[in-house]
Every structure is written in structure tokens, then in C-alpha cells.
């Protein structure tokens, strides 16, 4: 056969196509091939990983994931223990105590759709409660919500009768307890207050919160995904585990004196600022009463007593939470005021123990009306009628300013601020109570003469009512620094155990020699000088007589007065602060 050229070319064209067909067929195989790899790849990487998440689940969640069914399957309600009873030094008088009271709880799930109105209308009727609101919670989707907490048992009783009369189920009775304080208002800024969930808000109840609260119970059910019942295998009950008792250092029968004779001599003296009293026992460091006017009743803390209370309810809230945190505050240890010159005492103190002079040397120091100190006059406070010649036991019975201006200045200030460190009144005293206050003093580099003749006759500085009652203390126990505390000792409620919180006696201050000179110039001062007033017949008492302006130029003043007794082995050390005290009898610390 004879091909021409037409023929040729479309023979190549035949078979050019021929091996495409072949190579794609080919080519197909191996794409169809490395596909299958893959997908097999695929696969077993997938296992792998499922594998490795499987064993994830199931070895390494399985706590989690019992905890998140257990969670889910199960209704908790819990409740609050007996918070620790809070007694007086004698363990005679209950300062606070809780008694069992009960809440009410309703699971919405459980209640049958046509017995929610009845019961939001019972519940809202016999607890006083807004009907819609309480509509509002026995309709919600959830498995509980609380109505009423801390309610009288007699209400509770009722309605637990109209729950059995009705055949009502979802509303649920619990144990609760309640906080009373049988003596209303007494030591309200010690003892303090507890909020609704039965926490410890202020002073000892929020200091020993740890030992009072105890741990809660609980009352848990199995429950479904919606919260209704899922068997009829009833609810477990887990006791809670009371909170401990407390006994203070507070004798409820001084506390009750103090807080009468302090409210009256705020309201006799007009003291705007009111006041506070303090009761130490210099030797252990006890705080035997510490008083502030105006307090609060604990049973009502939210509410003012007395004049406050005057258009209580057309007061604004910020104005209402002013009078609050301020009749709240124990301005005994939290406000710092200036002690003025029963500060003279640390000076007195100080010059005694440096053998800078004696008590009795008549004549060494002379009162001319005042003194010049780096070019500045500063007068006595009889500028008008000079003291004239004086021994350092009639300066103080004289309460005179160049006497002591001198002394400090003789001192030093280097060794004048040791001595304020050894007495406690660069630092807080360490009392177990929330919310101490600092002293208030100029850096020791920045004193020069003149801040130093003033720090040394009580003035231009503050300190907190418990800081210079600690100071004093140290004179009374004979040198040494005593911390002070509320807190006697701590009861353990499961076992009876007593932990008692023993007292703390720090450094020595100054000598006992010193110690017993200046308790001796103290009675002096109660004897026949500023301190007359003071005397009670049959009883050997010292003291010391202080005036100080509330701030500079205020034109209000403090007045104050610290005493001890007996003289011979001190067994009280008291300080009284009156603030701002506007009556007739003016602001001498010397008239009462």
C-alpha cells in the first residue's frame, strides 16, 4: 500500500493519541494510587488521635468529668453554722451569741404550674415581701432561689402547716442562725457587727471572723437536668461545724459605767466631736472598757441612736453613709489628736531617766510667762500670772510650757525621738482590733528647735487615744512596754479546748526608779495641781491634765485627761477625750 503524505500524518496523529490515552490511563493509576495513601493516612492518623483523646477523657478528665455530673445532678443548699458566742472578761455577761433561726428556699421546677400564684401569694402575705417579685422567683427556670432568709420560727411553723394542708412541694425550710447582742449598744465599736450571710463586718466580729464563723452545713438532693427531683432517695444533711466562743478583756460592768459617765459629759460639755474613754490594765496590757460617744445599737447597726436620728428618712444615701462609717469608727484607735500637755509626762520621763534633772531640785527652773527658742516666743499658758521658781514636780503640777520647752531642748531631738520610739508612738501598738490608726510626727531630720519645743509640751503632732494610753501604761507597770489587747482567750467549739492569748510585755521603756518618780509627780498633780478635780477621797490617784487644738486654727480644741491608780502598785490606767467641747465649762482639761 502506497501512503501518500495526507495518510502519514494521519497516522501519527492516531498514534500520538494512542500514547496520551496511555499516559493519562497511566498517570490516573498513580494519582488514584497516592489517594488511596493518603486517605489511609488519614485515617490512621485520625485513630491515632482518637485514641490519644479517648485516653485523655478517659484517665486524665475523669475526676473533672464526675465533678461536672455530680455537679449538674445534684442540688446543694447550704446553711450557715452558730456563729461563736462573744463574752465579757467574767464570761458571765454574752456580749453576742446566735440562735437558730430558719430561711426559706423554693425550687421554681418543682412547684406544680398551677400552685405557683398560691404560693408567691403566700409567701409574699406572711414574710411581707413584694407579691411580683416574689411571683417572679417561684416562676424563674432555676433550681433554687432564696425568699426569705433568718425568719422567726413561728412564721416558719405556719407555713410549713399550709405547705402539708395544700400538698405543696419545691418550698424548702432550712436551718439558719440569726446574730443578737443582749446588750444592744454596749461596746457596739469593740464588739462590732454581722452582715446578712452572717460575716463578721466590723471590730471583733470581723477581726476573729476566722474563729467565730465555724464552717456551713448543707442539704443536698439528686436532682435532674432542670432541677426537679430524680428519685425518691430523699436529701443527705452535713452538720455544720460551729464557729468558736471568744472572751474578751472587756468587763461588761466597767464598759457600761464608762459608756454612762462618757455620754454625759459629752452632752454636759456640748462636745460636738463627742468622745472616748479608755480602761487599761497597765500590767498585762487588758483593755478593761473603751467607750466612744456616739455608738450605735448592734441590733440595728444601720440605724443612728439619739439626736442622729432626727430626719433619718429624708436624708440623702451619701449623707447617710457619712453618719454611719463615722458612729461605726472606734475613734479611739483609729483618729489621731493632739495630746497636748499630758505629753509632758514622756518628757518628764525622758529628763528623769537622761539624769538631765530630779523631781524635786526647788528653784532649778524659772517661769517668766515664756520662752524664746531660735527667735520664736512661746508663751506659757499663764503667760499673764508666771509661775516663777519651780522644781520639776511643780512644773508639772503647774502643767508649765517653758519647763519642759527647755528639757526637750536639752534632750535632743536625736535622743527625744528614741524615747518616742521606746514609748510606741512611732508605730501602731499591735491592739487586736480592725482598723488602727498611725501617730502623726515629722521626719526626725526636719525637727528643728522649734518643732522640738513644741513636740515637748504636747502640741503640732497627733497620736491615737491608744497609743498615748499605752505610753502612759508603761510609766504604771514600772518601765515596760505593754502591747494592748481585747481578746482573752479563744474557746474551741467542737472540743472546749481554751487557747488563751497571753499577754505581751515588750521592752523596757525606761527604769523603775524613773517609773515610780513620775507616777509620784502624777499624784502630786491630783493632789494640788491641775488635776484636782480628779481626787476621790480614800483613793490614791495620779494624773495628768491636757489641752490641744483640734488642727491649726479651727478654733476647736481637745480636751483630755489621764489618770492611774493606785499610786503604790497601779492597777488602771484611764484616758478620757472630749472633742470639741463648747458648753459653759469651756476647754480646760483641768475642769470637770
Given at each position: 500500500m502506497i501512503l501518500n503524505m495526507s495518510n502519514l500524518k494521519k497516522l501519527k496523529r492516531q498514534l500520538k493519541k494512542?500514547?496520551?490515552?496511555?499516559?493519562?490511563?497511566?498517570?490516573?493509576?498513580?494519582?488514584?494510587?497516592?489517594?488511596?495513601?493518603?486517605?489511609?493516612?488519614s485515617f490512621f492518623i485520625c485513630m491515632v488521635f482518637l485514641s490519644v483523646r479517648l485516653f485523655w477523657i478517659q484517665f486524665h478528665m475523669r475526676d473533672f468529668l464526675q465533678n461536672m455530673a455530680y455537679n449538674q445532678q445534684t442540688l446543694e443548699r447550704a446553711f450557715n453554722p452558730k456563729r461563736g458566742t462573744i463574752y465579757d472578761a467574767t464570761a458571765e455577761h454574752v456580749l453576742a451569741i446566735s440562735a437558730s433561726?430558719?430561711?426559706?428556699?423554693?425550687?421554681?421546677?418543682?412547684?406544680?404550674?398551677?400552685?405557683?400564684?398560691?404560693?408567691?401569694?403566700?409567701?409574699?402575705?406572711?414574710?411581707?415581701?413584694?407579691?411580683?417579685?416574689?411571683?417572679?422567683?417561684?416562676?424563674?427556670?432555676?433550681?433554687?432561689e432564696t425568699i426569705v432568709k433568718k425568719v422567726d420560727k413561728n412564721k416558719s411553723k405556719e407555713l410549713f402547716a399550709w405547705l402539708k394542708e395544700n400538698n405543696i412541694i419545691g418550698v424548702n425550710i432550712d436551718v439558719d442562725t440569726k446574730r443578737y447582742y443582749p446588750y444592744n449598744n454596749l461596746a457596739s465599736q469593740i464588739i462590732g457587727f454581722c452582715g446578712s450571710?452572717?460575716?463578721?463586718?466590723?471590730?471583733?466580729?470581723?477581726?476573729?471572723?476566722?474563729?467565730?464563723?465555724?464552717?456551713?452545713?448543707?442539704?443536698?438532693?439528686?436532682?435532674?437536668?432542670?432541677?426537679?427531683?430524680?428519685?425518691?432517695?430523699?436529701?443527705?444533711?452535713i452538720d455544720a461545724i460551729d464557729g468558736n466562743d471568744i472572751v474578751l478583756t472587756i468587763d461588761a460592768t466597767i464598759q457600761g459605767i464608762v459608756e454612762?459617765?462618757?455620754?454625759?459629759?459629752?452632752?454636759?460639755?456640748?462636745?460636738?466631736?463627742?468622745?472616748?474613754?479608755i480602761i487599761m490594765n497597765p500590767k498585762n496590757g487588758d483593755i478593761l472598757a473603751m467607750a466612744g460617744y456616739p455608738n450605735y445599737n448592734l441590733n440595728d447597726p444601720y440605724k443612728p441612736i439619739g439626736e442622729l436620728s432626727n430626719n433619718w428618712d429624708e436624708l440623702s444615701k451619701e449623707e447617710k453613709t457619712r453618719i454611719q462609717q463615722n458612729m461605726w469608727r472606734n475613734k479611739a484607735i483609729s483618729d489621731a489628736y493632739e495630746p497636748?500637755?499630758?505629753?509632758?509626762?514622756?518628757?518628764?520621763?525622758?529628763?528623769?531617766?537622761?539624769?538631765?534633772?530630779?523631781?524635786?531640785?526647788?528653784?532649778?527652773?524659772?517661769?517668766?510667762?515664756?520662752?524664746?527658742?531660735?527667735?520664736?516666743?512661746?508663751?506659757?499658758?499663764?503667760?499673764?500670772?508666771?509661775?516663777?521658781?519651780?522644781?520639776?514636780?511643780e512644773a508639772l503640777m503647774n502643767s508649765c510650757n517653758p519647763v519642759f520647752i527647755g528639757l526637750g531642748q536639752k534632750i535632743g531631738v536625736s535622743k527625744y525621738y528614741s524615747y518616742l520610739q521606746k514609748f510606741g508612738l512611732l508605730r501602731k501598738t499591735g491592739i487586736d482590733l480592725q482598723g488602727e490608726g498611725s501617730s502623726i510626727f515629722l521626719a526626725q531630720e526636719k525637727v528643728g528647735p522649734v518643732e522640738l519645743a513644741t513636740i515637748s509640751f504636747g502640741q503640732r503632732f497627733e497620736v491615737t487615744p491608744i497609743q498615748m494610753i499605752t505610753a502612759v501604761s508603761s510609766i504604771a507597770s514600772g518601765g515596760?512596754?505593754?502591747?494592748?489587747?481585747?481578746?482573752?482567750?479563744?474557746?474551741n467549739s467542737q472540743t472546749g479546748e481554751v487557747k488563751n492569748v497571753e499577754p505581751q510585755i515588750k521592752e523596757r521603756v525606761i527604769s523603775e526608779e524613773t517609773a515610780k518618780n513620775v507616777l509620784s509627780m502624777m499624784q502630786s498633780v491630783v493632789d494640788e495641781g491641775t488635776g484636782k478635780n480628779a481626787r476621790?477621797?480614800?483613793?490614791?490617784?495620779?494624773?495628768?491634765?491636757?489641752?490641744?487644738?483640734?488642727?491649726?486654727?479651727?478654733?476647736?480644741?481637745?480636751?483630755?485627761?489621764v489618770g492611774v491608780t493606785p499610786?503604790?502598785?497601779?492597777?488602771?490606767?484611764?484616758?478620757?477625750?472630749?472633742?470639741?467641747?463648747?458648753?459653759?465649762?469651756?476647754?480646760?482639761?483641768?475642769?470637770?
Open positions: 494512542k500514547e496520551k490515552i496511555k499516559i493519562i490511563k497511566k498517570t490516573g493509576e498513580i494519582t488514584r494510587k497516592k489517594k488511596l495513601r493518603l486517605l489511609m493516612g433561726v430558719e430561711s426559706i428556699t423554693v425550687n421554681p421546677v418543682n412547684i406544680k404550674k398551677e400552685d405557683k400564684e398560691k404560693v408567691a401569694k403566700k409567701l409574699s402575705e406572711l414574710f411581707e415581701l413584694d407579691y411580683e417579685k416574689t411571683l417572679k422567683k417561684v416562676t424563674k427556670k432555676s433550681s433554687i450571710d452572717n460575716q463578721g463586718l466590723m471590730g471583733i466580729e470581723s477581726k476573729y471572723d476566722n474563729d467565730l464563723k465555724g464552717s456551713p452545713g448543707s442539704i443536698v438532693k439528686m436532682t435532674d437536668a432542670k432541677g426537679g427531683n430524680l428519685d425518691d432517695k430523699g436529701e443527705d444533711y454612762k459617765y462618757l455620754e454625759e459629759a459629752c452632752i454636759d460639755n456640748v462636745c460636738t466631736d463627742g468622745g472616748n474613754i497636748g500637755s499630758t505629753f509632758k509626762l514622756i518628757t518628764a520621763s525622758a529628763a528623769l531617766e537622761e539624769g538631765i534633772t530630779k523631781t524635786d531640785n526647788s528653784g532649778e527652773f524659772n517661769c517668766g510667762g515664756g520662752i524664746t527658742i531660735a527667735g520664736v516666743r512661746i508663751k506659757c499658758w499663764r503667760y499673764y500670772r508666771p509661775h516663777g521658781a519651780e522644781s520639776l514636780r515596760n512596754y505593754v502591747v494592748p489587747r481585747v481578746v482573752k482567750s479563744v474557746v476621790v477621797l480614800g483613793y490614791s490617784i495620779g494624773g495628768k491634765t491636757g489641752t490641744s487644738e483640734d488642727g491649726v486654727n479651727t478654733g476647736k480644741y481637745v480636751t483630755s485627761f499610786i503604790s502598785d497601779p492597777q488602771l490606767v484611764i484616758l478620757i477625750t472630749l472633742y470639741n467641747p463648747t458648753g459653759e465649762g469651756g476647754h480646760q482639761g483641768g475642769v470637770g
